[in-house]
């Protein structure tokens, strides 16, 4: 009887602590996706109003209309582009932070983190002003005789913001990943004729596999909705989904609610199909 009315405690006790986040992930993300998913399958009226009348015809218009079947490729594209090159640039600067001696570890961990002490806008500004016509690589270009370069406003900028913004989140899951592996494996592996190349592919990078897949999700799936760094450092020239989704929802004439909610709809389920497929790989390397 008593160890009844302690398990009731506890339970009470658990309800009362979890009701708090409960009701706030219910307000604040449960409830806006509802509301995007119903807005999806409505119909857009004069001046930008909703009218409550379903209907698939935004999701036809996605998949039909070249402007936002291009969006979503190009989308993609770059960001499975800003993902490699986190990758390339982050398993080796996290492989380095690891070799070190440990009082050294915290310190580089440190200068990762260090970008994170400012407002991203913040920084993509910074970017702006250091690739400008007349910023600081043109004057050091015009300072040696060479010609400026169109270096801001294009896609090759939007791109070094998005890996400069993004490659943290790469670097970390990777370090934790590192920290965990055993390197006599390596050495084993000499032991038994393996080069280098052979020991780092068959050994290091499936024993890491999970760091790798952790810091891909955390890259692409901010990178596939990312409008501020094209805004910015793009000129907005070309036409991201997440700069499509803006447009349609504040910049339109007139706006477009339903189609921008379909947008983002179909968006949020190529990212969910994208986690199913991280926890289903981390899963079968937990076995």
Known sequence: MLEQTHARRDRRNLIALLTPGMLWLLLFFALPLVIILLYSFMTNGPRGAVIWQPTLENYRTLFTQTIYVNA????????????????????????????????????????????????????????????????????????????????????????????????????????AALARFDFTLLEAAADLGANRWQAFWRIMVPQTMPGIVAGSVLVFIPTLGQFVVAELLGGAKVDYLGNLIQRLFLRSNPVNWPLGSALAVAMMIILLALIFWYFRVTREEQR
């Open 72 to 175: 979503y490729m190009r989308s993609i594209r770059i960001s499975l582009e800003t993902t490699l090159i986190c990758l390339l640039l982050g398993y080796p600067l996290a492989l380095f932070i690891v070799r070190q001696p440990a009082h050294w570890r915290t310190f580089l961990l440190f200068l990762v983190l260090i970008p994170f002490w400012t407002n991203f806008l913040v920084r993509i500004y910074a970017w702006q002003i250091i690739l400008a016509n007349n910023g600081i690589i043109n004057t050091g270009l015009g300072a040696l005789g060479f010609a400026p370069m169109p270096l801001l406003n294009t896609e090759g900028a939007t791109l070094l913001g998005l890996v400069y913004g993004e490659l943290p989140f790469m670097v970390l899951p990777l370090y």
